[in-house]
């Protein structure tokens, strides 16, 4: 896969960006298939120990960064919504850590 994106990619000053078209379409093809797919297990950090899933369903990207918004679909939040960012080369790994999460209700 490196050895394939590798020569599409353009230094912008402070980052790597896909520099061709086609790279650009199928990085998109990608992100909305991952999109539709990421359920993760949050353990809530208010006291009670709980966890609970989050339907992860749209995503944003604005530079390195790449905000998402889901749903809380089981447990004490059910249905409330959930945003999370990730910033830098974090939002390529599904497991990295959120640099902010939020519940709406």
């Not at 230094?11 to 086609?22: H, I, S």
């Amino acid at each position: 896969m490196v050895r394939e994106i590798l020569p599409c990619m353009v230094d912008d000053g402070e980052f790597l960006a896909p520099g061709c078209e086609d790279l650009i379409a199928e990085f998109e093809r990608e992100r909305r298939r991952i999109d539709t797919q990421i359920t993760e297990l949050i353990t809530w950090l208010d006291g009670s120990g709980d966890t609970g899933p989050v339907l992860w369903s749209n995503s944003t990207p604005a530079g390195q960064t790449v905000a998402f918004t889901g749903v809380v679909t089981t447990g004490r939040y059910l249905g409330d919504g959930a945003i999370r960012a990730i910033s830098g080369i974090g939002y390529v790994a599904i497991s990295s850590l959120a640099d902010d999460l939020l519940l709406t209700s």
